[in-house]
Nanobody, 133 residues
């Protein structure tokens, strides 16, 4: 049972990448999925999340309008399309599976993406995104 991120790499500013979060051993559509990132020397921050109930999506202010989260249920995969990348987007990107949707409720209520207090069932190992200026 695991989540595996892929698609990271080195890209120039203004470029695009698509990250994938693939689940094995469980059905991803039973979970709300969040993308988080952690840059060197900084705390982890929530980037985007998608509900498994109604497909609603949420984004942090720093990526709104540039990133798009989506699900492919038959493929058991969630994607993060990242456009107009900036050097400040450089980080390790992680996906995580929320079993009860608390992350979605918080994002809907206050516009911030946080790991819920009861925690995530699964985290991936991360994929590195480096954006050069």
């Amino acid at each position: 049972v695991q989540l595996v991120e892929s698609g990271g790499g080195l890209v120039q500013a203004g470029g695009s990448l698509r990250l994938s979060c693939a689940a094995s051993g469980f059905t991803l559509n039973n979970y709300a999925i969040g993308w988080f990132r952690q840059a060197p020397g900084k705390e982890r921050e929530g980037v985007s999340c998608i509900s498994n109930f109604d497909g609603s999506t949420y984004y942090s202010d720093s990526v709104k309008g540039r990133f798009t989260i989506s699900r492919d249920n038959p493929a058991n995969t969630v994607y993060l399309q990242m456009n107009s990348l900036k050097p400040e987007d450089t980080a390790v990107y992680y996906c995580a599976a929320d079993p009860a949707g608390g992350m979605i409720i918080t994002a809907q209520a206050v516009g911030v993406i946080h790991e819920p207090p009861y925690g995530m069932d699964y985290w991936g190992e991360g994929t590195l995104v480096t954006v050069s200026s």
